[in-house]
């Protein structure tokens, strides 16, 4: 099993445990590039959340091997969406973990203070790993997600020593979802459906370009529908 796999698996079977999480869908990925599905889609519900999206990719064929989770908060809540993207790719491993606000954070600074000041120290001590670099990501995108995304490529040992750093963020993260957070004074349903459908444009992320030639653009679609309602 590769460290992608084996981390998100770990990460999804602590969410679904903690939260009640059952699968309601689970759907194959095919491509023309292989006879065998090359990847999976599954939506989980239950418990206090709205629901839990993973993408699994794995094409050997492009050395690709790429996890993702979206566990998605109420359209009503302002708790933050929680999301890990963990990657092997030719030459590197990748990572992408976040807390997704869903108010604007520099209007509320107790909304702030509560559900991402306690992830400084984590986020500090990640990039003091060795083997730990940036990841290319333009500020259009960073403006979509928080200031406390981890975003990274790694070698293997410094992908293996980040287990703690995801650990920690899923940690906090259950615990904004048991206790809540501080009111914000905003629309959240409105501001949710805009910031997830910029989030997820191929204008913004040109992954989704990458996705449709894998797929094809249904599958596609399929995918990234999950991701945006």
């Known amino acids: 099993m590769s460290l992608p796999t ?11 445990s903690a939260l009640g999480l059952e699968t309601a869908e689970d759907v194959a990925l095919t491509s023309a590039m292989s ?3 090359v990847g999976r889609l599954q939506v989980l519900r239950g418990g206090p959340i709205d629901k839990a999206v993973t993408v699994d990719l794995v094409v050997p064929q492009i050395g690709l091997d790429s996890h993702m989770i979206f566990a ?31 108010a604007d954070l520099a209007v509320h600074l107790e909304y702030l203070d509560a559900a991402f000041l306690p992830l400084t120290p984590l ?11 940036p990841a ?10 928080s200031p406390w995304m981890l975003v990274c490529r790694a ?3 410094a992908f293996q020593a980040l287990d703690t750093t995801v650990d920690r963020y899923v940690e906090h993260w259950l615990t904004l979802v048991d206790k809540g957070v501080p009111a914000v004074d905003a629309e959240l349903a409105a501001r949710d459906r805009a910031n997830r459908a910029n989030l997820f444009s191929p204008e913004v992320d040109h992954v989704w370009a ?14 990234r529908g999950e991701l945006v309602a």
């Open 6 to 16: 084996a981390l998100s698996e770990r990460t999804l079977g602590t969410l679904s």
């Open 35 to 37: 006879p065998e599905p």
């Open 72 to 102: 998605f908060t109420g359209s009503d809540s302002a708790i933050p969406h929680f999301t890990l993207d963990s990657v092997k790719a030719a030459e590197y491993h990748a990572m992408h973990l976040d807390l997704i606000p869903r």
């Open 123 to 133: 986020l500090e001590q990640a990039w003091q790993i060795e083997g730990v670099s």
């Open 136 to 145: 290319a990501i333009g500020p259009r995108q960073r403006a979509m997600m």
């Open 155 to 157: 070698t293997d040992a």
């Open 210 to 223: 990458q996705v449709s030639r894998l797929l094809g653009t249904d599958q596609a679609e399929r995918v």
